[in-house]
């Protein structure tokens, strides 16, 4: 019942938010539309079956929140909140390793055909996809670098998530991610020197030490964590739960400082943006799919790779844009690729978990 009002409220506030636009109104049109992204959200994380949607739906707000009052995450008072954001990264890979145990990357030797394969499409179909795109596309020099970025990094915790949620093989995506992180230190910096060259400077050593801080040091100080916790006997389901809100929180923060400061740059390129987040993605879907089917991988080693190959670490993409690359319009491609990626990646879930592989 709570879950069906907070629907019909949100739909209602868009609305009067189409309304209010039509007509020109825009005093109170950022309240209006902010709460109705709210509601949007608030239904479906009550509601079971929509849950895996209002992580996307809380971006959104967020971002809404961000181009209505962008001052709001710039600074307060003299604080400048963008220092936040690869603390709050380090935060959410520290989490991400605290799932992992050193089986993940061990487990690489019961099954290295999948795994390789898989890490070889990861690291030269979304890299090469994403310049294309760029380049077909006309984004400015710093924007086309967000693209190849976030094609050029390695897959995130999001895509074990969709693995379990379209029952395919947790275990083979865990240790793809795991593996295909544990090589980004190279793999990321040497796509984006050859194909981001032309856009941005590239200081491959430079970015190499920014990715063995930002993302390589904390998932090693989560694996150790999870270690402590479980000799003390204190890993549960509520470590598990605790981190996975800390670590939406902190993502939805970040994209909203960064939405803020790119703001009058995403107004002018970001239906391209989501289109090329859409076109991307799909591609990672389509050629990770097809190209285990090639190598004669059975249907629910496919249908994993297909989403580890289509779903990149956004938060990674976004620190190292500003850390590495010094702008705030390079991680404006980060920013909108993520939500897509969670909300094409459920779509697909959900689809593959109603067709389930037939016993051979």
Known sequence: MVSRILLLSGVILALVAGVLWRLGHDAPLGPVVICACTCLALSTQTTRRFRSFAFSLWVLTFVAAAMFYPLAFRAWGSFELHVLMIPLIQLIMFGMGTTLSPRDFTRVFAMPRAVL???????????????????????????????????????????????????????????????????????????????????????????????????????????VANKILQVLRLRGPWVDRALSIMAMAAICFIIAIITSLSRDELLSVGLALIGAAILHNSVG???????????????????????????QNGGMASGLAVKVLNSSD?????????????????????????????PT
Request: charged share 10%; hydrophobic share 60%.
């Open 117 to 223: 394969v898989g890490m070889a499409l990861q690291f030269t179909v979304m890299p090469l996809a994403g310049a294309g795109i760029a380049i077909a596309f006309g984004f400015e020099p710093a924007v086309a670098a967000g693209v190849v970025l976030i094609g050029s990094c390695p897959g995130g915790v999001a895509s074990n998530v969709m693995t379990y949620l379209a029952k395919a093989n947790v275990a083979l995506s865990v240790t793809m991610t795991a593996c295909s992180t544990l090589v980004s230190p190279v793999m990321t910096p040497l796509m984006m020197r050859l194909l981001a060259g032309q856009y941005i400077e590239i200081v491959f050593v430079d970015m190499m030490v920014a990715i063995i801080k930002i993302i390589i040091v904390p998932i090693a100080a989560g694996l």
């Open 285 to 311: 879907y389509v050629l990770g799919y097809w190209g285990a089917w090639l190598v004669g991988l059975d249907e629910t080693t496919r249908r994993t790779v297909a989403i580890e190959v289509g779903l």
């Open 330 to 358: 390079a991680a404006l491609a980060p920013a909108i690729f993520g939500p897509w990626m969670n909300i094409s990646g459920s779509i697909l879930a959900s689809w593959w978990r109603r067709k389930p592989v037939s």
